[in-house]
């Protein structure tokens, strides 16, 4: 017994795929049958039936009634016979989350396009994956970690799946992809990049392998899965990624693949998409196979809400960037460049203040997900502030145990206590774990940074590797921090993100208690004038700070369509740029606590 499903790229122009779902033995009531409302991995709900613009029901070639009984789910009517499921897709969404066909490439995840058939989830699943028709498409090859059944050499024909949950977490690309290969713990590693690009392949193979290596050495294996693949699809101006059980999808920007003769240090964007594929390869463990217990099985029809996010996603930011160091992959400076613009993200918003990790892992389908501009004073990210915290619970940790013990250890235990067994981690598991290698009970130290909002111990923490704490101010907020300033000096700021307008400045964000704020302008108004002189974005913030603390200003600005005028004086920005320096007063001893954390000596 197995659900079967074919999927055809029918019309690329047009963006359809044409699905049929086939059950041979039918619900003898009315079989139902739902698309997810969201997928594993990204937080929100997306309602993936909105997509299917027509469907009907077979059963011997006869016509069978469908009723629709919610937003996405039909039941059809009782039949004697197999049912068949036809439909059509809608996909033109250039995302790792749904599903995207063209004259290029499909590209399609099973949760937007495969009806889940109700009381038969756990069957076995096959889908056959068919080619468009037509001359344009005979060079377009199948890349998916589906497990082959019978297919071509270019990879269509049939796939086969434990389980409806398996059939979606294998996304599929079919096209012309460049690829190369390489092994880590003797597992065959793909990466397929799709789109236009002149990317030096061996460059990213030997600093991927690298990356993959690190992660393996400190779970101290791969889970279960006989190959994995990195599906890239290179846009002009894209970020982004979703974690799969045996594959990573991922959108990146043409700048930010590395061109031959790319400097041996990895430039800022080529590292931050190293960090993306970090990222996605340690979920392979931690979120994957470690899971909230919520979410063994997945509930795809409603929201579930877990605390632990910050553990998932934030504990899967800190590694992802540590192992770009541990790897050798980037140098210590550029690793305490990237903590020190990590810090910079969590310090510039107050809503660190106002909303702690847990509740924000909780809140992430209504607020992380659905972010408008009042973010930065309202909510804090489980990522940013989860990785932050899990950096000072690695330090604590070290500091607990004479450098014996690390948040690694918590890690493994995770790994052999919760993920390899495939058993949830429950609410409250993780600091019980991480009390138990620390020799020393940490409630106190979750209760305050991840059920609470009081300050990460940052500076203190980080002095224990002999690393200083430095915070300036910043003239705009596309200073990112993680460097020193030029010089560094009482500045005045709008302290609000600005973009170009057509007529002046538009403010993106205004941030609580700032000088734009105490102006009282709000975002979405476009400053036009400062002290009566026309400005515009690229000489708004220069103007700004060109004028000393207390300074008296008036600024003119439309809201709407209506002029206004805001008068302000003038208060120092806050000092909430972060970068870090190394201490040259450091013991010999703090010295070798550092190199063995970030992996540049191994004893
Ligand atoms: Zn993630």
Redesign the pocket.
């Known amino acids: 017994m197995s659900i079967r499903y074919t999927i055809t790229p029918s019309n690329p122009v047009a963006h359809i795929y044409s699905v049929t779902c086939t059950v041979n033995q039918p619900d003898p009531s009315g079989q139902i049958l739902s698309m997810p409302t969201w997928i594993p ?1 990204s937080y929100m709900i997306r309602d993936f039936a909105r997509n299917i613009i027509s469907i009907k029901a077979l059963c011997n070639n006869q016509s069978v009634d469908l009723h629709k009984l919610d937003k996405t789910t039909w039941q059809s009517a009782p039949v004697n016979g197999p049912l068949e499921v036809h439909y059509t897709v809608y996909a033109w969404d250039l995302s790792v989350r749904t599903a995207h066909l063209d004259q290029t490439h499909a590209y399609f995840n099973g949760s937007s396009v495969f009806l889940a058939v109700q009381g038969l989830t756990d069957v076995e699943h096959k889908v056959t994956l068919h080619s468009p028709e037509g001359k344009d498409f005979t060079n377009w090859t199948v890349l998916t970690t589906l497990t082959k059944q019978s297919v071509d050499n270019r990879g269509f024909g049939t796939y086969v799946t434990r389980d409806y949950e398996e059939l979606i977490d294998h996304p599929v690309e079919i096209g012309q992809p460049t690829y190369f290969e390489f092994k880590v713990a003797d597992i065959p590693h793909k990466v397929a990049l799709t789109g236009q690009h002149r990317c030096d392949a061996q460059r990213l193979q030997t600093d991927l392998q690298k990356i993959c290596q690190t992660h393996i050495n400190l779970y101290g294996e791969l889970p279960a899965i006989n190959q994995y693949l990195f599906q890239v699809m290179v846009t002009g101006n894209g970020y982004g ?1 979703l ?1 799969h059980r045996s594959s990573t999808s991922l959108v990146c920007s043409r700048k930010d693949l590395p061109l031959a003769g790319h400097p041996e240090e990895p430039e800022d964007d080529y590292r931050n998409f190293l960090g993306l594929c970090s ?2 390869y340690f ?1 392979t463990w931690n ?1 994957k196979q470690i899971k909230p217990e919520v979410f063994l099985p997945y509930n795809l029809r409603h929201e579930t809400h877990t605390t632990l996010l910050w553990a ?2 934030g504990f ?2 800190y590694y992802d960037e540590l192992a770009l160091v541990r790897s050798g992959v980037i140098s210590e400076e550029s690793y305490l460049d990237l903590l020190g613009q990590t810090i910079t993200r969590v310090q510039r918003g107050t809503g660190r203040l106002l909303q702690s990790l847990a509740e924000s892992s909780f809140d992430a389908w209504t607020k992380f997900y659905k972010q408008d501009e009042s973010a930065p004073n309202t909510i804090v990210s489980y ?1 940013t502030k989860g990785a932050l915290f899990a950096l000072c619970l690695d330090l604590k940790i070290r500091s607990q145990t004479s450098h014996r013990h690390s948040l690694d250890d918590v890690m493994r235990r995770l790994w052999q206590e919760h993920g390899k067994p495939c058993i949830g981690v429950p609410e409250g598991k993780i600091e019980h774990i991480a009390s138990e290698v620390a020799g020393t009970d940490l409630h106190d130290f979750f209760a305050d940074y991840v059920y609470a909002t009081k300050e990460l111990p940052l500076a203190e923490l980080l002095a224990t590797m002999g690393i200083v704490f430095n915070m300036r101010s910043a003239i705009t907020l596309d200073d990112k921090g993680g460097k020193p300033a030029r010089k560094d000096q009482e500045i005045c700021s709008l302290d609000a993100r600005v973009s170009a307008d057509k007529v002046g400045a538009k403010l993106i964000q205004v941030l609580t208690g700032g000088n734009a704020e105490r102006a009282g302008l709000s975002a979405g108004d476009v400053i036009i004038a400062v002290n009566n002189l026309q400005v515009e974005k690229a000489n708004l913030e220069s103007e700004i700070a060109s004028y000393p603390v207390g300074s008296r200003i008036t600024l003119h600005a439309f809201r709407r369509d209506e002029l206004m005028q805001f008068d302000v004086t003038l208060q120092a920005a806050e000092k909430t740029t972060c970068y870090l320096t190394l201490d040259s007063q450091a013991a010999e001893s703090t010295f070798k606590h550092r190199q063995r954390w970030l992996g540049l000596i191994n004893e």
């Open positions: 991995g990624g974690e990222h996605e979920h979120v998932f996603e899967t930011a990522y």
